[in-house]
Nanobody, 129 residues
Framework: QVQLLQAGGGPVQAGGSLRLTCETS????????VAWFRQAPGKERERVAL????????FYADSVKGRFTISQDNAKKTVYLQMNNVEPEDTAMYYC??????????????????????WGQGTQVTVSS
């Protein structure tokens, strides 16, 4: 079973940048997809970015499009979330998750990650204005 270990995060000022990492225990392309989700206090978990390692197709939530970039390094078995021009509204706990099939990946993407097979431990991002 894929296990995910997250790193990065922390406090950052609005307009700044931050990079989150998600290291998988298996080779990245053994998971059909890896995605980032986030959850702010009192809110439901929401999608942020999604990558299909085979082919490299990426998808983003409208709220982060143009500011965040998801990428992969198969040799390092790691998926990254580069966060640029962050806003206070980006403050949340961020989670990476892996999906084991196209159906799980696409269905879970629109349902806040429901059905994904493995989750990272979460990392807090706090953006101050």
């Amino acid at each position: 079973q894929v296990q995910l270990l997250q790193a990065g995060g922390g406090p950052v000022q609005a307009g700044g940048s931050l990079r989150l990492t998600c290291e998988t225990s298996e080779h990245a392309d053994m998971s059909t997809c890896v995605a980032w989700f986030r959850q702010a206090p009192g809110k439901e978990r929401e999608r942020v970015a999604l990558i299909f390692p085979e082919g490299g197709n990426t998808f983003y939530a409208d709220s982060v499009k143009g500011r965040f970039t998801i990428s992969q390094d198969n040799a390092k078995k790691t998926v990254y979330l580069q966060m640029n021009n962050v806003e206070p509204e980006d403050t949340a706990m961020y989670y990476c998750a892996a999906g084991g099939s196209q159906l799980k990946c696409r269905a879970g993407w629109v349902r806040g990650g429901d059905g994904y097979d493995a989750w990272g431990q979460g990392t807090q991002v706090t953006v101050s204005s």
